[in-house]
């Protein structure tokens, strides 16, 4: 089984014609032979860079593009399109996607979004000719700052000074450009300043590089400024408009990174599962032990999970700006929970061989240290969680779904039919949950045992619904307990399930998406993490994605939503 999708537009064509291109660049991940194989990749990893053949491959390839808006000369017009594109990258290396990819995104979201058209241009050039952008997003506050981690920056005719250090900083060794959140005297502003890699940007102090047991292939140390070089930093946006045009590009970046990850999660799945069927038959990491099968199953569904949840909150930027920041953040909390649960079961299967640093499998534990990395920075799970708790807050208040036409737009991973991002719109409230709202109607549609796993998570949103009235309704000034993070764990499992639930019933015609199997595993699972004694896997449901699994094996297809055809010898 293969999936089939209905007729698709020029720009979809479009984004998967560069994914195969792509793909047949890179070749075999496990070909020894391959130059770009997976022993490459972990001699770079060992030897702490990034593989030079990868990087040229992506010069040659326009990699930079893929980050810069259409309207600017690049490829940028749709999130998941994005995502979609670095997850050929991330399957084979993390450590190029983020060093040589997205830390340059995080940078050049910030300048399309608030950036003059002067500066627009500037870094759109500065990237379409290979270069590197890197970014120093607001840290906690001070108080709560065990590095003292400061910048700050002082007008001076048409610029500012910057002054302090960043302690960490992924990239900013090879950034041409730089893109600051410093305290200036009107509070937390964003600049553009040139970075150690640009003729301007001599003075700028690089601090030792910090070692990390994941990505080891990042230059990852810091940067200390002077303060001394005027006109250092031009603003972006308004002064003092740091915080809230931070608070506007996290949309844009949680969910887009986190959607490029799966990619690790493939390797991963696929690493396993070649090492499942080469066992013998007596052994409990065989095929035919039913432990093992049930892993494999599990891992497959839940990045299918992630990737319905991943559809939706990149998508969201496009079709539900105003809702975008709540599912982001559901993004942000929820897959790196169900990936690392997801990789501890797949190291059950290895054995010893999920910490082999050389041999076949080894890109496993390389894949292993790799993924908790991508979930760090500073929107993470205690940002998002906070953003989820004030949505508890407001949930009793807020309207259902609302266009069924605009809603399925969410749900429909080969449509490229999306208006273009609105990101200020995304900090004006939202008077709608489509999410939440949708999972009845939904579940309306579903027969069989995906009725069934349906049915388990309509009853959990009313419960939800029931914990929100009570946390709405207490008194002012009280303090919110455990609960309330309770329930900000079952809000997000429930718009997963949402998710899981929307791509079922907006389906491409054909193909594996349009069996009701996966749905039904799907949210099982999901159900399975509200209450385990709710609903049982069917089996029947389970051998049809152990079917699926081992022929998107056989056949070098992804283990996402949109089986793609995988780089091969």
Same mark, same amino acid.
């Given at each position: 089984?293969?999936?089939?999708?209905?007729?698709?537009?020029?720009?979809?064509?479009?984004?998967?014609?560069?994914?195969?291109?792509?793909?047949?660049?890179?070749?075999?991940?496990?070909?020894?032979?391959?130059?770009?194989?997976?022993?490459?990749?972990?001699?770079?990893?060992?030897?702490?860079?990034?593989?030079?053949?990868?990087?040229?491959?992506?010069?040659?390839?326009?990699?930079?593009?893929?980050? $810069?808006?259409?309207?600017?000369?690049?490829?940028?017009?749709?999130?998941?399109?994005?995502?979609?594109?670095?997850?050929? $990258?991330?399957?084979?290396?993390?450590?190029?996607?983020?060093?040589?990819?997205?830390?340059?995104? %995080?940078?050049?979201? $910030?300048?399309?979004?608030?950036?003059?058209?002067?500066? /627009?241009?500037?870094?759109?050039?500065?990237?379409?000719?290979?270069?590197?952008?890197?970014?120093?997003?607001?840290?906690?506050?001070?108080?709560?700052?065990?590095? /003292?981690?400061?910048?700050?920056?002082?007008?001076?005719?048409?610029?500012?000074?910057?002054?302090?250090?960043?302690?960490?900083?992924?990239?900013?060794?090879?950034?041409?450009?730089?893109?600051?959140?410093?305290?200036?005297?009107?509070?937390?502003?964003?600049?553009?300043?040139?970075?150690?890699?640009?003729?301007?940007?001599?003075?700028?102090?690089?601090?030792?590089?910090?070692?990390?047991?994941?990505?080891?292939?990042?230059?990852?140390?810091?940067?200390?400024?002077?303060?001394?070089?005027?006109?250092?930093?031009?603003?972006?946006?308004?002064?003092?408009?740091?915080?809230?045009?931070?608070?506007?590009?996290?949309?844009?970046?949680?969910?887009?990174?986190?959607?490029?990850?799966?990619?690790?999660?493939?390797?991963?799945?696929?690493?396993?599962?070649?090492?499942?069927?080469?066992?013998?038959? /007596?052994?409990?990491?065989?095929?035919?032990?039913?432990?093992?099968?049930?892993?494999?199953?599990?891992?497959?569904?839940?990045?299918?999970?992630?990737?319905?949840?991943?559809?939706?909150?990149?998508?969201?930027?496009?079709?539900?700006?105003?809702?975008?920041?709540?599912?982001?953040?559901?993004?942000?909390?929820?897959?790196?929970?169900?990936?690392?649960?997801?990789?501890?079961?797949?190291?059950?299967?290895?054995?010893?061989?999920?910490?082999?640093?050389?041999?076949?499998?080894?890109?496993?534990?390389?894949?292993?240290?790799?993924?908790?990395?991508?979930?760090?920075?500073?929107?993470?799970?205690?940002?998002?969680?906070?953003?989820?708790?004030?949505?508890?807050?407001?949930?009793?208040?807020?309207?259902?779904?609302?266009?069924?036409?605009?809603?399925?737009? %969410?749900?429909?991973?080969?449509?490229?039919?999306?208006?273009?991002?609105? $990101?200020?719109?995304?900090?004006?409230?939202?008077?709608?949950?489509?999410?939440?709202?949708?999972?009845?109607?939904?579940?309306?549609?579903?027969?069989?045992?995906?009725?069934?796993?349906?049915?388990?998570?309509?009853?959990?949103?009313?419960?939800?619904?029931?914990?929100?009235?009570?946390?709405?309704?207490?008194?002012?000034?009280?303090?919110?307990?455990?609960?309330?993070?309770?329930?900000? &764990?079952?809000?997000?499992?429930?718009?997963?399930?949402?998710?899981?639930?929307?791509?079922?019933?907006?389906?491409?015609?054909?193909?594996?998406?349009?069996?009701?199997?996966?749905?039904?595993?799907?949210?099982?699972?999901?159900?399975?993490?509200? &209450?385990?004694?709710?609903?049982?896997?069917?089996?029947?449901?389970?051998?049809?994605?152990?079917?699926?699994?081992?022929?998107?094996?056989?056949?070098?297809?992804?283990? &996402?939503?949109?089986?793609?055809?995988?780089?091969?010898?």
């Amino acid at each position: 089984m293969t999936t089939v999708v209905d007729p698709v537009d020029s720009s979809e064509v479009a984004v998967q014609e560069r994914i195969a291109r792509l793909e047949h660049d890179f070749g075999d991940l496990d070909d020894p032979g391959n130059p770009l194989g997976a022993q490459q990749f972990l001699a770079a990893d060992e030897a702490q860079r990034l593989l030079p053949a990868a990087e040229r491959l992506l010069d040659a390839f326009g990699l930079n593009a893929e980050f $810069v808006p259409a309207e600017l000369g690049g490829r940028l017009d749709r999130l998941d399109a994005l995502a979609r594109v670095l997850r050929v $990258v991330f399957r084979r290396d993390a450590a190029l996607g983020l060093g040589y990819g997205l830390t340059s995104y %995080l940078a050049g979201v $910030v300048v399309w979004t608030a950036g003059t058209p002067g500066q /627009r241009q500037e870094a759109a050039g500065l990237l379409l000719a290979q270069g590197r952008m890197a970014c120093a997003y607001p840290e906690p506050p001070q108080r709560n700052d065990f590095l /003292r981690n400061r910048l700050t920056a002082v007008p001076d005719g048409a610029g500012y000074r910057i002054g302090g250090r960043k302690e960490a900083l992924n990239n900013g060794a090879r950034a041409g450009a730089l893109v600051l959140f410093a305290d200036t005297p009107d509070g937390l502003s964003a600049l553009l300043a040139p970075g150690p890699a640009h003729p301007d940007g001599a003075g700028i102090r690089l601090l030792p590089r910090r070692p990390t047991v994941g990505v080891r292939g990042c230059t990852v140390q810091g940067l200390a400024f002077d303060g001394d070089r005027p006109a250092a930093g031009r603003l972006l946006g308004a002064a003092g408009d740091g915080t809230r045009l931070a608070e506007h590009v996290f949309p844009l970046t949680r969910s887009a990174g986190l959607s490029m990850a799966l990619g690790c999660a493939d390797t991963a799945l696929r690493t396993t599962t070649a090492f499942a069927r080469s066992r013998r038959q /007596r052994s409990p990491s065989s095929l035919h032990s039913s432990r093992t099968r049930t892993a494999l199953v599990n891992a497959f569904t839940d990045l299918l999970v992630c990737d319905c949840l991943s559809l939706v909150a990149t998508r969201a930027t496009h079709v539900l700006p105003r809702e975008s920041r709540t599912l982001g953040a559901v993004a942000k909390y929820l897959l790196p929970m169900i990936l690392t649960e997801t990789m501890d079961d797949l190291s059950i299967v290895l054995g010893s061989e999920a910490y082999a640093a050389n041999g076949t499998y080894a890109i496993f534990q390389k894949t292993a240290r790799d993924l908790p990395m991508l979930g760090l920075g500073s929107a993470g799970a205690s940002a998002s969680r906070a953003v989820l708790v004030a949505q508890l807050l407001r949930l009793p208040s807020l309207a259902g779904a609302g266009d069924e036409g605009e809603l399925a737009r %969410l749900f429909r991973p080969f449509d490229a039919a999306l208006p273009p991002c609105t $990101v200020w719109e995304n900090g004006l409230p939202a008077e709608r949950d489509s999410l939440l709202g949708s999972l009845e109607e939904s579940a309306g549609h579903a027969e069989g045992p995906l009725a069934e796993a349906a049915g388990v998570l309509v009853a959990q949103l009313g419960v939800l619904r029931e914990g929100c009235a009570e946390l709405a309704a207490r008194p002012v000034g009280e303090q919110l307990g455990p609960r309330a993070y309770a329930l900000a &764990d079952r809000y997000a499992l429930l718009v997963a399930g949402a998710a899981c639930l929307g791509v079922w019933r907006h389906r491409p015609a054909g193909g594996f998406l349009a069996d009701p199997d996966w749905a039904a595993t799907a949210l099982t699972r999901v159900a399975g993490r509200l &209450d385990r004694s709710a609903v049982r896997m069917p089996a029947e449901s389970a051998d049809h994605l152990l079917a699926e699994l081992l022929h998107r094996f056989d056949d070098a297809r992804s283990y &996402d939503l949109y089986a793609t055809a995988l780089g091969r010898s």
